[in-house]
């Protein structure tokens, strides 16, 4: 069990990262996020409170990795089935690679979503899944993780992402 979920989310990290690869030289130009998104930290995005929200359980303040990649850990001890919540700033060609990568493997699910942007899906890959929303020149990604159905993280990750889009 521990290892189809450790494969399941080693596979959606890969296609995330293939799919945060630019398409052409020529496209990453022109997709290149504004600057008023290069300015924001992921973590002034969305707030402790728009998680705990969300999710339903109690969660840390948000610790960046880098200005683009935001993370919310559930405290440790926690019973709660939400184990931790990332928000992840790209430009348009992560948007669009995920779409291909979904063409590419019928191991990948790609669900349409209404995030109230220029476009957003549901990306999965067996029990774990990401919104990826575009609007403007801007993409991103937030995931759930959690020890619930897919759809249940989708539900969680939908409100987070309609923030986000409220804020870019």
């Known amino acids: 069990m521990k290892t189809n979920a450790f494969l399941g989310a080693a596979s959606l990290a890969f296609l995330l990262c293939v799919s945060a690869l630019p398409s052409s030289a020529a496209n990453t130009a022109a997709t290149t996020a504004p600057s008023k998104v290069k300015a924001a930290s992921a973590c002034s995005l969305l707030t402790q409170a728009d998680i705990q929200a969300a999710v339903g359980a109690p969660i840390g303040a948000g610790t960046p990795s880098t200005d683009t990649v935001c993370t919310w850990m559930v ?57 990826v929303v575009k609007k403007g020149l801007v993409s991103f990604k937030v995931a759930v993780y959690a020890t619930v159905p897919v759809e249940k993280k989708e539900a969680m990750e939908l409100p987070l992402a309609q923030k986000v889009v409220g804020k870019i």
């Open 75 to 131: 405290p440790a001890g926690s019973n709660a089935s939400v184990k931790y919540v990332t928000l992840q700033l790209n430009d348009l060609a992560s948007y669009d690679g995920g779409q291909q990568v979904a063409k590419m493997s019928s191991a990948v699910k790609l669900t349409t979503a209404n995030a109230g942007s220029d476009g957003s899906y549901y990306l999965a890959v067996g029990n774990q899944v990401g919104l």
